[in-house]
């Protein structure tokens, strides 16, 4: 019971600091892309830091996503991201597994919902694991703490987070670029564009659920 007691109270500390400290105003778009950009040559190594550290303890990154397109362009930028996340991701999912996976299971062996998720990741987890990804009904942090909890393996959590996160980080990241270029002076058409990506991908979920729903019972998804 220690162990996943550990767990609620950091998360619980993660965000008693983030709300109630000058931690929120040191970390503003501004103020972290104003010491990113004073790093220099060392701004992708800090970028990739302060990724992981924020997805590892739970704080949300996607602001960090659209920082990397203004610094350092939408491909590289969503390189950086992608790369960042991925390695907060698997220190979030791997604090879970240590801390609570066992408790979880035993406390919640017999709860339906758990069985079943065990059962569709035995089936198949590294689709399981990428459709959620693709499809995020529940925030990024949020399962990665879920997927420790579980049976999936670590080597398809993180190929299915890989692949899953391109669209949504190619998207976030060409907003920062965009956006960066209309402050310049140039054009606002990107910032659209990437909004307007932004807007179908958020449609992903309702489409995906309504194409399910067509297929004939039996089939997995």
Request: hydrophobic fraction near 55%; charge should be positive.
């Amino acid at each position: 019971m220690v162990k996943p007691l550990l767990l609620v109270l950091s998360f619980v500390g993660v965000l008693v600091v983030y709300q109630f400290t000058p931690l929120s105003q040191w970390l503003s778009r501004e103020a972290i892309t104003a010491t990113l950009a004073g790093l220099g040559v060392w701004a992708p190594l800090g970028y990739l830091v302060l990724k992981a550290i924020f997805t590892a303890v739970g704080v949300p990154a996607s602001l960090l996503t659209v920082v990397s397109g203004a610094l350092f362009g939408a491909m590289l930028g969503a390189v950086y991201s992608i790369i960042g996340a991925t390695v907060g991701a698997m220190g979030a999912f791997l604090i879970a597994r240590y801390l609570a996976r066992d408790w979880a299971q035993s406390k919640f062996a017999a709860n339906g919902r758990l069985a079943s998720l065990n059962q569709g990741l035995e089936r198949n987890a590294l689709w399981f694991v990428l459709s959620t990804r693709l499809t995020p009904l529940l925030p990024f942090n949020v399962l990665n703490t879920l997927f420790g909890l579980t049976r999936v393996s670590l080597k398809d959590f993180t190929l299915g987070t890989v692949v899953g996160i391109i669209p949504g980080t190619l998207a976030y990241t060409w907003l920062g670029a965009s956006g960066q270029e209309a402050f310049a002076g140039g054009s606002k058409w990107g910032v659209f564009g990437a909004l307007v990506a932004l807007a179908l991908l958020s449609l992903l979920p309702v489409l995906l659920a309504s194409k399910k729903q067509t297929v004939p019972q039996g089939g997995d998804f």
